[in-house]
C-alpha cells in the first residue's frame, strides 16, 4: 500500500510542482507588464494604498502603491489657492545600483485640489521606490520615505 501512495505522490508532484512555480513567479512578472502605464486606466489605483507621503511644494506628495498590480507611482495633490505651476514629479524604482524612472514634468499651472501622477513601475520583491517633487529654477527637492 505505501509503495502505491507512493507512486500517486510522485504522479501528483510532476503537476504540482510546475503549478506552484508559476503561482510564484506570474505575480512578479505581471507586475513588470505594468511598467510605464497609467494607474487608472489599468484599474491599478482600486485597491491602492499611502504607504509614504509628506508636504511638499504647496500640496502633499504621495507614493501610491497597488497590492494587485505590485506597482507604485508618485502622486502629487495642490492645496495651493493660486495653484502649483512649473514642477517635476516623478518614482524611482532601484534594487542592486539598478534604477528606473518615471516623470511628469509640469509647466502649466495644477488647480487646487487637483492631482497629478506618474506612470507606474514594477515594486515588487526586493525592489524599493520612492516619490520625489521639485520645483523649477533650483527649488529644494522632496521626496517620500522608500517602500
Known amino acids: 500500500m505505501n509503495r502505491k501512495l507512493w507512486s500517486i505522490a510522485r504522479k501528483l508532484g510532476v503537476f504540482v510542482i510546475p503549478l506552484v512555480f508559476v503561482a510564484v513567479t506570474v505575480p512578479t512578472v505581471l507586475a513588470y507588464a505594468y511598467d510605464g502605464t497609467d494607474p487608472h486606466t489599468t484599474g491599478c489605483d482600486l485597491n491602492a494604498f499611502t504607504p509614504a507621503s509628506r508636504s511638499a511644494g504647496g500640496g502633499t506628495l504621495e507614493l501610491r502603491f497597488s497590492r494587485s498590480c505590485l ?17 517635476t514629479l516623478w518614482i524611482v524604482r532601484s534594487n ?3 534604477q528606473e524612472i518615471q516623470h511628469v514634468t509640469w509647466p502649466a499651472t495644477t488647480p487646487y ?23 523649477y529654477f533650483g527649488a529644494p527637492k522632496y521626496c517620500t520615505a522608500s517602500y
Not at 514594477?122 to 520612492?130: A, E, K, P, R, Y
Open 96 to 98: 542592486d545600483g539598478k
Open 113 to 135: 485640489g487637483a492631482s497629478l501622477y506618474t506612470n507606474q513601475l514594477n515594486d515588487s520583491g526586493s525592489l524599493v521606490s520612492t516619490a520625489c517633487y521639485q520645483g
Open 71 to 87: 506597482t507604485g507611482w508618485a502622486r502629487f495633490t495642490c492645496w495651493n489657492s493660486g495653484g502649483c505651476t512649473n514642477y
